[in-house]
Every structure is written in structure tokens, then in C-alpha cells.
Antibody
Framework: EVQLVESGGDLVQPGGSLRLSCAAS????????MTWVRQAPGKGLEWISY????????YHAVSLMGRLTVSRDNAKNSLYLQIDNLRHEDTAVYYC???????????????WGQGILVTVSS | DIQMTQSPSTLSASVGDRVTITCRAS??????LAWYQQKPGKAPKPLVY???SLESGVPSRFSGSGSGTEFNLTISSLQPDDFATYYC????????FGQGTKVEIK
């Protein structure tokens, strides 16, 4: 069974940093692209970051460019997201998700974690 | 960036109704479109990919159609479990979600 479990969410002061983790199991982690999606309270879904299967391709949403670092450790079946210079508007539930295999250049997201809350407040 | 616009934002319907949600892309995304269902406090659940392919285990009352810039998600006979928020997502160029359509009980 595919499982994705996020951790590392916390209450953080504005200007601080946070590192989220996503532990994967039930599939060959090192052969799938992985992504992060966030959802502010009462709002819609926002894709924010992607890393390819072996980590040689990384994409970030333009709105967060320069504040995100995505990485993975395929030996540990783990995905990470560091967010720097946190702002109030970064308050959201953060989901990790698996990119589905696709006949195209990119895939949709076929498995999601349960999400982890990050609150930015003084 | 490709923008995705869903309509309506809210849809009031009754059990048994046929409902259709529309998603428009700001430029052609060919057929690289997915639909997700999300319930409060839960992660999104994929329903449809490549515009019209149903994910495994998704009931056949759900169907997707369209290509290019206009897409639809149709629920042929709304069931109590279907009251939720639905999002479209393009994956032709990076990834972008629509703003969501809440299907509520009439």
C-alpha cells in the first residue's frame, strides 16, 4: 500500500525557517517524481515544488522562488522541503504527493499524504 | 503561467441530479488535465486524469471530457458521498489548479 506521511509542521515566527519531511513507503520511491502542494485555510490548492526521481530536475512555483529548497534521499525513502523567510501567508496545510507515471512529459498526482499544518505567527 | 478557471464556484444540487463542472485553461493544455475531489480535513483524491481516464476504483458515475482549453467533470447521478469540493489541475506545463467548485446539498 502506498503511504506518504508528512512531518515537521510547527508554529513558526515570521522570518523563520522550517523543514518538512515526507516519509514514503509501499512503492519504489526512487523511480517517481515527488511534489509539494499547499492549501491555506479555507482556500484552494497551490502547487509549490517538484523534484524528479533522481533529483536532477527541480521546479518551484514562481511566487515562492528563492525561499524554497526541495530535496530527497532515495536511500531513506524521504522527501524534504525547506521554507525560508516564512511569512504569515505561508500558513497552510502542506501536502506531499507522488507524480503519476505519464505518457506525457509530466504526470498528475496519484497519491497524497494526509498533510501537515504550518502556522506562521508571532 | 497557465491559469485554470473553474465554474461555477459553488453548485447546489440534490441526490440523483446530474451535475457538470467546467474548467477552462488560459491556453491549450491538450489533454493533460486531472480532476480531484476533496472533503474537509482530508487530502485531495484523484478522480480523472488525461481529461477522461478514470482512476482505479472511482465510480463510473464520474466522467471527464474535453481537450485543448475546455474541460468538464460530470457526475451522472449525485450520491450523498459526492458532496465535496472539486479541483481541476493542468499538467501540461508545470502544474496549476483551478480555484475549486464546492458541490453542496440543495
Amino acid at each position: 500500500e502506498v503511504q506518504l506521511v508528512e512531518s515537521g509542521g510547527d508554529l513558526v515566527q515570521p522570518g523563520g525557517s522550517l523543514r518538512l519531511s515526507c516519509a514514503a513507503s509501499g512503492f519504489d520511491f526512487g523511480t517517481f517524481g515527488m511534489t509539494w502542494v499547499r492549501q491555506a485555510p479555507g482556500k484552494g490548492l497551490e502547487w509549490i515544488s517538484y523534484i524528479s526521481d533522481i533529483g536532477n530536475a527541480v521546479y518551484h512555483a514562481v511566487s515562492l522562488m528563492g525561499r524554497l529548497t526541495v530535496s530527497r534521499d532515495n536511500a531513506k525513502n524521504s522527501l524534504y522541503l525547506q521554507i525560508d523567510n516564512l511569512r504569515h501567508e505561508d500558513t497552510a496545510v502542506y501536502y506531499c504527493a507522488r507524480e503519476a507515471r505519464s505518457s506525457g512529459f509530466q504526470g498528475h498526482f496519484d497519491y497524497w499524504g494526509q498533510g501537515i499544518l504550518v502556522t506562521v505567527s508571532s | 503561467d497557465i491559469q485554470m478557471t473553474q465554474s461555477p464556484s459553488t453548485l447546489s444540487a440534490s441526490v440523483g441530479d446530474r451535475v457538470t463542472i467546467t474548467c477552462r485553461a488560459s491556453e491549450s493544455i491538450r489533454s493533460w488535465l486531472a480532476w480531484y475531489q476533496q472533503k474537509p480535513g482530508k487530502a485531495p483524491k484523484p478522480l480523472v486524469y488525461k481529461a477522461s481516464s478514470l482512476e482505479s476504483g472511482v465510480p463510473s458515475r464520474f466522467s471527464g471530457s474535453g481537450s485543448g482549453t475546455e474541460f468538464n467533470l460530470t457526475i451522472s447521478s449525485l450520491q450523498p458521498d459526492d458532496f465535496a469540493t472539486y479541483y481541476c489541475q493542468q499538467y501540461d506545463s508545470y502544474w496549476t489548479f483551478g480555484q475549486g467548485t464546492k458541490v453542496e446539498i440543495k
